[in-house]
């Protein structure tokens, strides 16, 4: 049974940065971040497995990356916006990956991160 916890969030000022974490991150595995804001629907972030993908409104900003050894997923964001504000959810399948959250079956809880 695969279970995720993110740790991370916060609130921090526009152009600030935050890193949010996600563990444990499989092998053979896709990991993703996807967030939600209220009122909107839930939007694939980035995701990692044989290479990198990024959603068009965090490319350049946002870095996505894993530690083997520590088993753990990183979302490095940078220049943040208040239309970065969402819960962020960590998520992952099997095999490759995707920015559709339908294709995800296995989720976190969320963190929540906040922009002003």
């Known amino acids: 049974h695969v279970q995720l916890v993110e740790s991370g969030g916060g609130s921090v000022q526009a152009g600030g940065s935050l890193r949010l974490s996600c563990e444990p991150a499989?092998?053979?595995?896709?990991m993703a971040w996807f967030r939600q804001a209220p009122g909107k629907e839930r939007e694939g972030v980035a995701a990692?497995?044989?290479?990198?993908y990024y959603a068009d409104s965090v490319k350049g900003r946002f870095i996505i990356s894993e530690d083997d050894s520590k088993k753990t997923v990183f979302l490095r964001m940078n220049s943040l916006r208040p239309e970065d504000t969402a819960e962020y959810f960590c998520?992952?399948?099997?095999?490759?990956?995707?920015?559709?959250?339908?294709?995800?079956?296995?989720w976190g809880q969320g963190t929540q991160v906040t922009v002003s």
């Open positions: 998520a992952a399948r099997l095999g490759s990956c995707s920015l559709l959250g339908a294709n995800y079956p296995y």
């Open positions: 499989y092998s053979r595995y896709c």
């Open positions: 990692i497995f044989d290479r990198t």
